[in-house]
């Protein structure tokens, strides 16, 4: 059985369309939020292999993901993926990050903290904010099998709201991050002409 999602926020849209998106996706409501908690006991027995799914299903599907990966940039053997450390290192960063999102569902500002971080340390690593959505798509892809006949249209929209949120707020942080950087920028070119002047 395929994954039929298409990547979260994978297309660019409206601004008007995507404030509305992000707009439902502050609102988990309660039942949502226990839904998650609940789902999230069984994903976490196999937290490794779903971070291991994920990565292969997502080079496989978005290959152009691959660039922002140095190590796995020339690796075709899908096979040499599945068995690679680093990438089962990776995977496992990424599920601790779901983990720790899972558990600050009650504490929306610790959430935002985290996720802006997270969304600060992608622009450093030249990971754009087009790849972000690709995550999500491919963790609700992955877990669909383990959670077996407890995997409903509900859980499965939680999810999906639980991953635009964290990504709006991941794109805030790389946007602050990259202004900051041309700020820096800026103000260092600036400052060099001036020392230049003051020392004659």
């Known amino acids: 059985m395929g994954c039929a999602i298409s990547g979260l926020g994978s297309a660019p849209k409206p601004t008007g369309e995507a404030k509305d998106e992000e707009a439902t996706a502050t609102h988990l409501n309660e039942e949502q939020i226990e839904m998650i908690k609940e789902s999230w006991k069984v994903i976490q027995e196999d937290i490794a292999k779903v971070g291991i799914i994920m990565f292969v299903r997502l080079f496989e599907t978005h290959p152009e993901c691959k660039d922002v990966f140095f190590l796995f940039r020339d690796v075709e053997d899908l096979e040499r993926l599945r068995t690679s450390k680093e990438l089962r290192a990776h995977g496992l960063r990424v599920m601790s990050f779901i983990e720790k999102s899972v558990a600050r569902l009650d504490q929306l500002e610790r959430l935002d903290q985290l996720a802006l971080e997270l969304g600060k340390s992608h622009y450093r690593y030249n990971a754009p904010p087009k790849y972000f959505g690709y995550v999500g798509a491919e963790f609700i892809c992955a877990v669909q099998p383990i959670l077996k006949d407890n995997w409903t249209p509900e859980l499965e929209e939680a999810w999906k709201a639980l991953f635009m949120y964290v990504t709006s707020i991941m794109k805030q942080g ?21 020392k230049k002047s003051t020392a004659l």
């Open 174 to 194: 790389y946007l602050e991050e990259e202004k900051h950087k041309r700020n820096t920028l800026v103000i260092s070119s600036r400052e060099r002409p001036e």
